[in-house]
């Protein structure tokens, strides 16, 4: 017997709810019925704060097998590719907000195309957004620099579960994320300012990763081997005890490098939980890693032989209240170990020292929500502190402190406090979606007072599917603790540096008829004090300057394709094309930069996913980037001249079967062996075969 569902809106003055064949007088004003279910997820339901009723048309259908049976030889595959985005919950206001009723580009990545794409790290996942400049440095989530519209790598902020995980010491350390792809839900990926939904610091856009609920007492292992000795082991489970929903992951990760000094070892254990009662849900969330990689050219090629290890602790707890005045206080704390050596063996005489760094940051904030018959009410207060120790940056500290485990002392330290307010304000109606609001701020250790940074979205239905929006938002990013303060071989710090600002102007089209989805969006962004490495000639250190003004143009569009929803099973599962232009340009200034006029200018992203079989399906990613801006050629030891980046293509594909619990997969990144910088004199791998195998135990 199989259930089909039948849903309608309705509204009257008095609605009534039959509940076990009895009629029960509702407290609300409307009542919701939809039209198909489809398997999606109840947020829609959460977020309209209406009753639902449910009537079921019942049919019976004469087939031999048994329903659980029956439910084994459905194409899995087929059910996600069919989940509607739209009704997906996302952070993209201060109150809770359906992808649908969100006036921005919000890109978000879910669990099926996480687990059909040929990724094996966050860092190579984000490559297929075009919104999304990824420079990787070391492969399989190493070191990464991830960057929004032309935005430099400190201009993004990073949440985990919606807590701000950011590093205060350099943007280098912001992926440095205690998790593997199998513990992700999703990805959500907001592109522009966002100073009034997150604070200080989202100031090119936001990257939000939700982890995995625990829905049932299961236990997964997966495995995955491949080129240059590659091995990447997973274990996650997940199960309850009484009301309390546990989830737990290690993973473990390691290769020789596919040259030399290009090798990497990673641990990782990450554990949450959640508590839901009739008052609220409270939810606990710890993470620790621990990288070790070299670091071949990282930061300079004159010095190949680096090396880097981190240790990485995350945690928070955050309580959402379901009464009609919703509270969510949330308190978290980070803190971040960083040991890098210039010479990872045979130091020279005048090398004394590695460079060692702790940055510890704690804070909490109260976010608070009312709906009324004018829409949505936020408010709330942010608090964070950054503080870091080190050999290298900060102030001198009168008493120098011990470094954990390492027979060296910490001398420098330097803190920094950050007060935030905020206030926003929602209205949705059939065709209007409208949200207002700012972010004050104020950091005691700049004298900067108080600056208030003010945005607003709107969109309007031209039709059922069809929409237009526009925005403009206002955004601020702090230096960071290297930018401020570090002094190297080749780079000189400046503790004068003041705060970037930017503000930004959008608007485009939405569209979503089932078939076809995306958008079409045009930006601009004028940034002030922009901070880069610069120089003016190559005998010169790198210097850290405020830039007058940088101003970023551009252009994105997304197409996709459900081609199995429009032409039946044969058709593949979607087609996609995202496509992003960004024009920088800047102040008339002779020197070089290091970060910011190394953009994206162009960047294309195709996507075809095709079931095969009921059980074996097929991706494919094609990629194009071109690279605006110029670096040094580093040959035989010496420098050369300033050359351009060569744009290139590439193409990664993944072959996935599935049967019952057993999972088997191979993967090949840059198919034709193309050689490719993301950033200068540092080569990217070349082709890259991993197989993988995953078995997962359902308990009962």
Do not use: C
């Not at 991830?146 to 995980?165: C, K």
């Not at 050219?297 to 995350?314: A, H, I």
């Not at 394709?561 to 094309?577: D, E, H, I, Q, T």
């Amino acid at each position: 017997m199989v259930s089909l569902f039948r849903f309608q809106i309705v509204s009257s003055p008095l609605d009534f709810l039959i509940m076990n064949g009895k009629i029960v007088k509702s407290r609300t004003n409307s009542v919701l019925f939809f039209s198909k279910w489809k398997r999606k997820n109840y947020s829609l339901f959460q977020t309209m704060n209406k009753v639902i009723v449910i009537s079921v048309l019942v049919i019976t259908y004469l087939i031999s097998a048994p329903v659980i049976s029956f439910a084994n030889e459905i194409d899995t595959t087929e059910i996600k590719m069919e989940y509607d985005l739209d009704e997906i919950e996302i952070s993209a206001q201060r109150s809770p907000a359906l992808y649908s009723q969100v006036a921005r580009i919000v890109a978000v990545m879910e669990r099926a195309e996480i687990e059909s794409s040929p990724a094996q790290s966050i860092q190579n996942l984000l490559e297929y957004v075009a919104g999304v400049d990824i420079r990787q440095r070391g492969p399989e989530g190493a070191q990464a620099d991830v960057s929004i519209r032309g935005g430099t790598f400190d201009q993004t902020l990073i949440l985990l579960n919606g807590i701000n995980i950011t590093d205060p010491q350099t943007g280098h350390h912001n992926l440095n994320i205690p998790l593997s792809l199998n513990q992700i839900e999703r990805i959500e990926i907001l592109e522009g300012p966002a100073a009034r939904i997150y604070g200080p610091n989202a100031f090119s856009g936001a990257i939000n990763i939700v982890t995995r609920s625990s829905v049932s007492n299961s236990l997964k292992a997966s495995i995955t081997g491949g080129s240059f000795k590659f091995i990447d082991a997973d274990l996650n489970g997940s199960f309850k005890t009484g009301k309390l929903a546990h989830s737990i992951s290690l993973n473990k990760k390691l290769s020789d490098g596919y040259v030399e000094n290009t090798d990497f070892n990673f641990s990782n254990v990450f554990y949450n939980n959640e508590l839901i009662t009739k008052k609220g849900k409270m939810s606990f969330q710890i993470g620790y890693s621990e990288k070790g990689f070299g670091a071949n050219s990282f930061y300079t090629p004159k010095y190949p032989n680096q090396f880097e290890e981190l240790k990485t602790l995350v945690t928070s707890v955050k309580w959402e209240s379901s009464s009609k005045l919703h509270l969510t206080p949330v308190f978290y704390y980070r803190r971040n170990q960083d040991r890098f050596e210039l010479f990872r063996n045979n130091p020279p005489e005048w090398y004394k020292n590695h460079n060692y760094h702790s940055t510890n940051v704690y804070g909490g904030n109260l976010n608070s929500w009312i709906q009324s018959v004018l829409g949505k009410t936020a408010f709330g207060l942010d608090f964070r502190s950054e503080n870091i120790l080190s050999n290298v940056l900060g102030e001198e500290m009168s008493k120098p402190v011990k470094v954990p485990g390492e027979n060296a002392e910490f001398t420098k330290s330097k803190n920094r406090n950050i007060y935030s307010g905020f206030v926003e304000h929602v209205y949705y109606s059939s065709r209007w979606s409208i949200s207002a609001g700012l972010l004050l701020n104020h950091i005691p250790e700049m004298n900067s007072g108080i600056n208030v940074f003010p945005g607003v979205d709107v969109s309007f239905n031209l039709s059922e599917d069809l929409k237009i929006f526009s925005s403009y938002n206002t955004s601020l990013r702090l230096p960071t603790f290297t930018d401020l303060y570090y002094q190297g071989p080749t780079n000189i710090g400046n503790p004068d540096l003041e705060p970037e600002k930017s503000a930004s102007l959008e608007g485009g089209f939405k569209w979503n008829s089932g078939f076809i989805q995306g958008h079409l969006v045009g930006f601009y962004k004028k940034g002030e004090n922009i901070i880069d490495w610069v120089k003016q000639s190559e005998e010169e250190k790198w210097q850290a300057q405020n830039l007058t003004e940088l101003n970023n143009f551009g252009t994105e569009i997304l197409i996709k394709f459900n081609l199995k929803r429009k032409y039946g099973k044969f058709a593949p599962n979607y087609l996609s094309v995202n496509y992003l232009f960004n024009d920088v340009t800047k102040d008339e200034q002779d020197f070089i930069s290091n970060y910011v006029l190394d953009h994206l200018q162009h960047k294309f992203v195709g996507s075809i996913n095709q079931t095969i079989l009921a059980n074996f399906t097929v991706d494919f990613k094609v990629s194009y980037q071109d690279r605006a801006g110029t670096y040094t050629q580093f040959i035989n030891g010496d420098w050369g001249n300033q050359v351009e980046y060569l744009p290139f293509w590439n193409i990664d594909g993944k072959a996935n079967y599935s049967w019952k619990s057993l999972n088997l997969f191979v993967s090949v990144t840059n198919i034709f062996d193309k050689s490719y910088f993301d950033i200068g004199n540092v080569p990217q791998p070349g082709r890259w075969v991993k197989l993988g195998i995953s078995y997962q135990l359902n308990i009962n």
